[in-house]
């Protein structure tokens, strides 16, 4: 049954009979006898002033081929299912991503009397049925807008329509030079993303955090304008995983993963390149590689399994080796470790050995991360190029954290709702930048605004303490 007003129809009941008219057309149905001619008598009466679907093919008000209607809605999204007749030819109309704010209205080429069980909480849905469309028209919750797409489906033939209906983007002028923004990425679906916008010339930036401690993001850095949430470290000893210097002293030895270089207002990323060596007792200098970048004698800062079958382990504390042992080997917390051939060391247990580590080119800071997602504005996102046993960073659907700039040298903290890092890459290429690179993500995805934490999905479990992050103040 669909209401004739929902087909432009106006009604009138006089004496008995009921006549339903639209533009020179009128039918009409009679109590006890049915239907008059044109139509036959036997068709399904009507009820009150809605009509049976047979009765409106009948009259011909409508066209269009059928299609069935299935619906699911959440908090910000309406789904419509359209099942369609075998062999449909129509197209539907192309997909828009347009902002619409309040009220949407739909042309479909399809006759969907199931529109009228759609009552999706806190969304108007109304349908108007045409000659060879139904013309929908969707009211949005107070303060949201619309967005939708459209796309096909086989096997069977199904037309999906999603509607967005969404929270405002918003911006908020912090002081000169500086901006806050909350701005929606298509994935396509829907994703909030939250960023601080910093102009060139007007930031500073510190790494800040201790390595082995994790704190909450604003008692690292109590005076900062903004804090991002940096690098990934060990979740049980607080120990930073990969590059970390401040004022160019080295806390943290490369691990083999891309980073974040910035000094004097330019920044950039890559591969660390250094060069690592060992100090023996008698002065000697011996190269040696670092974590993932092994070489004949290879130097360990993780704790953690090292070593191979065939090598050997001084365990170090401070300049000290304090014991060796057959590789591979568990080096404790608070140790660093040289494997070695066992048939080629360079030092005895009790002699002193000191690591050292220099960047290529010197910088004054950096924050190993990864993966590495855009590059002199090219999308470079690669899930195999970079060195993650836990694929999470480089394949699942999480809370992303970017550090991203512009050519000029504007910088931007960007944390968003869960995405894959994938789609953040195209979206990050979309929006111009001219670098940008992934921080630890997840549940250590963090953005803290003038003291507030601005990506309110983190805080439903509570504030994660994480072991590092970057600090973003007024340049004086």
């Known amino acids: 049954m669909l209401p004739a007003s929902k087909l432009g129809l106006s009604v009138t009941q006089e004496n008995g009979p009921t006549t339903f008219h639209k533009d020179g057309l009128s039918v009409t149905y009679v ?6 001619p044109p139509l036959e008598a036997a068709l399904p009466p009507p009820q009150g002033a809605m009509l049976p679907v047979e009765v409106v093919r009948a009259v011909g008000l409508v066209a269009a081929p059928e299609a069935g209607v299935r619906y699911s809605a959440s908090a910000n999204r309406l789904r419509l299912v359209f099942d369609l007749p075998e062999g449909d030819a129509v197209q539907p109309t192309p997909s828009s991503l347009a902002p ?26 109304e349908a108007r049925y045409e000659l060879q469309s139904t013309l929908l028209r969707l009211q949005a919750p107070p303060g949201r807008f619309y967005r939708y797409r459209t796309f096909l489906l086989s096997n069977p033939s199904r037309y999906v329509l999603d509607v967005y209906y969404l929270e405002p983007e918003r911006q908020e002028t912090l002081m000169p030079g500086f901006r806050y923004r909350e701005v929606w990425a298509w994935t396509p ?23 082995g401690e ?32 401040r004022g160019g002293v080295p806390l943290s030895f490369p691990y083999g993963r891309s980073a974040l270089f910035w000094q004097d207002g330019s920044i950039f990323a890559g591969r660390p390149q250094f060069a690592a060596s060992v100090q023996l007792m008698d002065g000697r200098s011996v190269r040696v590689g670092v ?41 404790p917390e608070g140790y660093w470790a040289l494997t070695f051939p066992a048939e080629a060391p360079i030092a005895r247990t009790g002699e002193t050995l000191r690591l050292m580590i220099s960047l290529e080119p010197p910088t004054n800071y950096a924050l190993e991360a990864g993966p590495l997602l855009i590059q002199s504005g090219a999308n470079v996102f ?3 190029a970079e060195p993650f046993r836990d694929r999470a960073p480089v394949e699942a659907v999480a809370a992303q954290s970017v550090v991203a700039w512009s050519q000029e040298g504007a910088l931007y903290f960007i944390v968003t709702e869960p995405m894959r890092p994938e789609a953040l890459a195209r979206v990050l ?25 601005r990506n309110p999905g983190n ?18």
Do not use: C
């Open 291 to 331: 974590n993932l970048n092994r070489a004949k004698y290879t130097a360990h800062t993780l704790a953690g399994p090292v070593g191979r079958p065939g090598e050997n382990v001084h365990i170090v504390q401070g300049d000290r080796i304090v014991a060796t042992y057959p590789a591979p080997h568990e080096l």
């Open 429 to 453: 290429q979309e929006q111009g930048f001219w670098g940008a690179i992934r921080m630890d993500g997840g549940g250590s995805a963090q953005l803290w605004v003038q003291g507030r934490l």
């Open 189 to 211: 679906e829907p994703v909030r993303m939250y960023w601080l916008e910093a102009a060139p010339g007007s930031w500073r930036m510190e790494p800040v955090g201790r390595p």
């Open 382 to 384: 690669d899930p195999n």
């Open 100 to 125: 619409y704010p309040g009220s949407l209205e739909l042309s479909l080429p399809y006759f969907a009397p199931g529109l009228e069980a759609v009552r999706p909480a806190g969304v108007g849905v």
């Open 31 to 36: 109590e006890g006898l049915g239907w008059i």
């Open 459 to 476: 805080g439903l479990l509570g504030v994660r303490p994480v072991v590092n992050g970057l600090a973003l103040y007024p340049k004086p």
């Open 214 to 245: 994790r704190k909450v993001l604003p008692e690292m850095a109590p005076g900062a304008l903004a804090i991002l949430n940096g690098g990934y470290f060990d979740g049980r000893t607080g120990t930073p995983i990969g590059l970390w210097v």
